[in-house]
C-alpha cells in the first residue's frame, strides 16, 4: 500500500516506516500539516497516517479539511492523547481509526491492514458474509459451518464476523477488545484468548491452527481456505 | 492665554512640588482605616443626612419664622389702618392719635411720626432716616422690633413696630438645634465609619495573616470562620474549600511520587539484572532474542503501569473530564460481566450479574466499563476457583448502587481503607500480577461521577460497593478571566496593601492548580 505518515517526531517516524516497510507497504514521510495537507490533496495513498501533535497544521485539522474537500482515503491517528474525549475528537474530525502511543509495530501492522483493505473492498451491501467452509446470515444472525448451524451467542457471532471481514489479515487482541466489548483499556485478564477459544469450541476447532489461527506475539487470524 | 489659565498654571507651577514633598514626608497619607470602602460609605451616608437635616431644618425655619413674622405684620397693619383712619388724613390727626397710642400702649409697642423735616412729631422712638415698608432694626437698648414705615399726610413719615425679640430666639433655637443635629451626625458618621472599617480591616487581616502562611508552604493552614455568615465567613468558607482540594491533590501526589519511586525501581532493576547477565554471558543469539523479549514484556509492563497513572492523575486533577451522558448502570454491568464470563468459567469462578430494576445515571460508558472491569478482575485474581462472584445494580432511594461482591478470602478491615491507594498491595498478594492501581482507578473513576466507593466484609469474602449519591464534582480548570475578576475587586474594595496580598496569595493558588493540571496532561 502506499502510505502517507505525517509524524514531527524522527524517531516514532523511523519507527513506524520501518515497520511498515518490513510488512511491504511503501511510505512517504511529511513533518509538517501543511506539508502533508499539500501531498494529500495532490497524489493518490491508500491510507494516512497521522500524529495529531503537528506544527503549522494539528493532525485533526489536517484530516478535516482533507475530509471536506472530499478525499475518502481512509486516516489512522497516532497520539499520546489517550482519553475519552481526544478518541471522540479524532474520529469526529474524519479520522477512521485511533492508536495510542506508545503502540506496538505489529499493532501499528495489524490496524494499518485492515484499514487498507476496507477502503479496497467493493461494498455491495452483502447479506451473506462466507469465509472458507465458515458463513454468517446477517440477517437472520445465524451462523453455518459446512452447512451445519452453530449455536453462538452475541458476542461471539460478532468476534466470528469481524474475524471474517478482517479474513487473512492478522486483528490484535487491542482491536477485538475496542470493536467487540468497547474496551478502550487492557485488561489485566486474558478475556480475548477465552472468548475466542469458546468460539473455537463452538467452531469445532481442536488446535491453534485453524481456521482460527494464534499469531504468536501479535493475535488471531482466520484462515481464508479454511478447513 | 487668559488669567484663569494663566493662574491655573502658576498655581501647578508652584503646588505640585509641594504636594510632592508632603506626600514624600507621609503627611499627606489618609490613614489606612479611612480608605477602606465601608468608612467611604459611611461618610457618603453621614453626608447625605446632614443634607437631608438642613432641608427638614431650612423648611422648619422658613415656615415658623414666617408664621411669627406673619403674625406681627398683621397686627402692625391692622393697627395702621386704624390709625389712618382716626387720622383722618391729616398730619395733626394723625399726630394725635399716636401720641394717644404712644403713651397708652402696651411695652412692646414702638410709634414715630416724623415731619417732611425730619423732626419728631409723636411717638416713642427717636427720630429715624425715613425707610418704606417692612423692616426690622435694633433698639439703642438692644431689643430687636420689627415694622413697618410708610408714608404720612404732608411729607411725613410713620413708623410703627413691635418687638420681635421672640422671633429673633426662635430663630436662634432653630439654628443652634440645626448645627447641633449636623455636628453629631457628622460625628456620629465618622465614629461609626472608623469602627466598621476597624472590624472589616481586622477580617481581612485574618484572612491575609492565614494566605501568608499557606502561600509559605503550611498547606494545611485554613481561614477561620467568625460564625456571622457575611460575606467574608463566604469568602473564607470558599478559600478553605479551594485549599482542602489542594492539599488532598498535593498529598495524593506526594504519596504516589513516593509509591511510584518504590514500585518502578523494582522491576526496573531486574530489567537491568537481566540485561547486564546477557552481556556479561554472551548467550547466543537466540538467547540474547529471548532476554531481548523478555525486557521488551517488562518495559511493556512498566509503560503500562505509567499509562494508569496517567489516567488516574488526569481523572482526579478534572483535566478535560468527560462528557457524562445518560445511561443505564446496570447494562454497563452485564456487558462487563458478559465479557468476563469465559474467563471466570476457564478460572472454575463462577460470574453472575443481576440488574434489580432500571438504573438510569449520568455518566462516561467508557469510564465505567473499566471500573466494573477492575473490580471484576480483581475479584477473579485474589479468590480460588469455586468462588462466587456476583454483580448487582439496584436504584435504592433514588441513589444508583453497584456492588460487586465475592465469598473469598476478603481483605483484612484494617487493610481497607489502605487498598485504594496507588500500588498499594496485600500481603497475601505481593507476587500477583499487576499494576497494584485498579482500586486507585476504580476510586478515581467513582469520585469524578460523585460516588463514593467502600469494600466491606460480604460474610464471608469482600463486597464492594459503589453508591452513586452525590452530584458529579464540577470541573477545578482554573479560570484565568475569574481570577482578574476576583483580583480586580479586591483592588476596588480593599486598602492597597491589603489587595496585593490578596493578589499574592490567589495567583500562587491559581498557579499551583494550574501546575497540578499541567502535569496531568501527556506531552505530544
Redesign the interface.
Known amino acids: 500500500m502506499r502510505i502517507l505518515l505525517v509524524e514531527d517526531d524522527r524517531e516514532t517516524a523511523d519507527y513506524a516506516l520501518q515497520g511498515l516497510t518490513r510488512e511491504g507497504h511503501s511510505l512517504r514521510v511529511a513533518t509538517d500539516g501543511r506539508e502533508a495537507l499539500l501531498l494529500a490533496s495532490c497524489e493518490d495513498w491508500d491510507l494516512l497516517v497521522v500524529d495529531r501533535m503537528l506544527p503549522h497544521l494539528d493532525g485533526l485539522a489536517l484530516v478535516r479539511m482533507l475530509r471536506a474537500g472530499g478525499t475518502t482515503t481512509p486516516a489512522l491517528f497516532l497520539t499520546a492523547l489517550g482519553e475519552v474525549n481526544d478518541r471522540v475528537a479524532g474520529l469526529q474530525a474524519g479520522g477512521d481509526d485511533y492508536l495510542v502511543k506508545p503502540f506496538a509495530l505489529a499493532e501499528l501492522a495489524a490496524r494499518v491492514e485492515a484499514l487498507g483493505r476496507r477502503a479496497q473492498r467493493q461494498v455491495p451491501p452483502e447479506t451473506v458474509l462466507s469465509v472458507g467452509d465458515i458463513e454468517i446470515d446477517l440477517l437472520t444472525h445465524l451462523a453455518r459451518r459446512r452447512g451445519e448451524p452453530l449455536d453462538l451467542q452475541e458476542r461471539e457471532l460478532r468476534i466470528l464476523e469481524y474475524l471474517m471481514r478482517n479474513a487473512g489479515r492478522v486483528v490484535t487482541r487491542t482491536m477485538l477488545l475496542e470493536s467487540i466489548w468497547g474496551f478502550h483499556f487492557t485488561p489485566r485478564t486474558n478475556l480475548v484468548e477465552s472468548n475466542i477459544s469458546r468460539l473455537r469450541t463452538k467452531l469445532g476447532q481442536e488446535s491453534d491452527a485453524g481456521p482460527i489461527e494464534t499469531v504468536r506475539g501479535l493475535g488471531y487470524r482466520l484462515h481464508v481456505r479454511g478447513r | 492665554m487668559s488669567a484663569a489659565a494663566r493662574l491655573r498654571a502658576a498655581s501647578e507651577r508652584f503646588l505640585r512640588p509641594v504636594l510632592a514633598e508632603l506626600r514624600a514626608a507621609g503627611l499627606l497619607t489618609v490613614p489606612r482605616f479611612a480608605r477602606t470602602s465601608s468608612f467611604r460609605l459611611t461618610l457618603l451616608y453621614g453626608a447625605l443626612f446632614s443634607l437631608s437635616a438642613a432641608l427638614l431644618f431650612g423648611l422648619v425655619y422658613w415656615i415658623a419664622t414666617g408664621y411669627v413674622a406673619g403674625q406681627i405684620d398683621s397686627a402692625i397693619a391692622t393697627e395702621i389702618a386704624e390709625e389712618r383712619a382716626d387720622g383722618g388724613g391729616t398730619l395733626a390727626g394723625l399726630k394725635a392719635v399716636i401720641a394717644t397710642q404712644a403713651r397708652d400702649a402696651s411695652p412692646g409697642a414702638y410709634y414715630l411720626l416724623q415731619d417732611a423735616r425730619g423732626h419728631v412729631v409723636a411717638g416713642n422712638l427717636p427720630a429715624m432716616p425715613p425707610r418704606m415698608g417692612t423692616q426690622e432694626w435694633t433698639l439703642h437698648n438692644g431689643s430687636v422690633v420689627r415694622g413697618r414705615g410708610l408714608a404720612a399726610p404732608q411729607g411725613g413719615y410713620l413708623l410703627v413696630g413691635l418687638d420681635a425679640s421672640n422671633l429673633r430666639e426662635l430663630r436662634h433655637a432653630i439654628g443652634y438645634a440645626f448645627l447641633w443635629v449636623v455636628a453629631g451626625t457628622l460625628v456620629l458618621a465618622l465614629i461609626g465609619g472608623s469602627v466598621m472599617s476597624f472590624s472589616v480591616l481586622g477580617r481581612v487581616e485574618a484572612i491575609s495573616r492565614a494566605s501568608r502562611r499557606i502561600v509559605e508552604g503550611d498547606l494545611g493552614q485554613r481561614v477561620a470562620l467568625r460564625g456571622t455568615n457575611d460575606e467574608f465567613d463566604h469568602l473564607a468558607t470558599s478559600l478553605n474549600a479551594m485549599l482542602d482540594r489542594i492539599e488532598a491533590l498535593m498529598g495524593g501526589m506526594r504519596q504516589v511520587s513516593s509509591d511510584i519511586a518504590h514500585d518502578l525501581r523494582t522491576p526496573l532493576s531486574r530489567h537491568r539484572q537481566r540485561l547486564e547477565l546477557a552481556l556479561l554471558q554472551g548467550d547466543s543469539v537466540e538467547q540474547l532474542r529471548a532476554t531481548l523479549g523478555a525486557s521488551l514484556a517488562d518495559i511493556d509492563t512498566i509503560?503500562?503501569t505509567f499509562?494508569a497513572l496517567l489516567?488516574i492523575a488526569?481523572l482526579e486533577s478534572r483535566a478535560?473530564p468527560?462528557?457524562l451522558l445518560p445511561l443505564d448502570l446496570g447494562q454497563v454491568a452485564e456487558?462487563v460481566t458478559?465479557?468476563?464470563r469465559?474467563?471466570a468459567?476457564?478460572q472454575g469462578h463462577h460470574l453472575a450479574c443481576q440488574r434489580m430494576n432500571p438504573t438510569p445515571l449520568r455518566g462516561?460508558?467508557?469510564?465505567l466499563?473499566?471500573m466494573f472491569?477492575n473490580l471484576v478482575?480483581n475479584a477473579?485474581?485474589h479468590t480460588p476457583a469455586g468462588t462466587t462472584i456476583s454483580v448487582t445494580t439496584a436504584r435504592i432511594d433514588d441513589v444508583a448502587v453497584a456492588r460487586v461482591c465475592d465469598d473469598g478470602p476478603g481483605i483484612p478491615t484494617a487493610e481497607r481503607a489502605a487498598a485504594f491507594r496507588p500500588f498499594y498491595r496485600l500481603e497475601a498478594s505481593r507476587t500477583t500480577?499487576?499494576?497494584g492501581l485498579?482500586l486507585a482507578l476504580v476510586a478515581a473513576i467513582a469520585d469524578l461521577h460523585g460516588a463514593r466507593v467502600t469494600l466491606s466484609d460480604n460474610r464471608p469474602g469482600l463486597r464492594a460497593e459503589i453508591r452513586f449519591d452525590a452530584k458529579p464534582q464540577p470541573t477545578a480548570e482554573p479560570d484565568p478571566a475569574c481570577l482578574a475578576r476576583v483580583v480586580a475587586l479586591s483592588h476596588r474594595r480593599l486598602p492597597e496593601p491589603y489587595a496585593m496580598r490578596v493578589e499574592h496569595m490567589l495567583r500562587a493558588i491559581h498557579a499551583l492548580m494550574q501546575s497540578l493540571h499541567g502535569r496531568a496532561r501527556?506531552?505530544?
Open positions: 509503560l503500562e499509562s489516567r488526569r478535560d468527560p462528557p456487558d458478559q465479557a468476563y469465559a474467563v468459567e476457564e462516561s460508558r467508557d469510564l466499563t473499566q472491569a478482575e477473579l485474581r500480577p499487576g499494576t485498579g501527556p506531552g505530544p
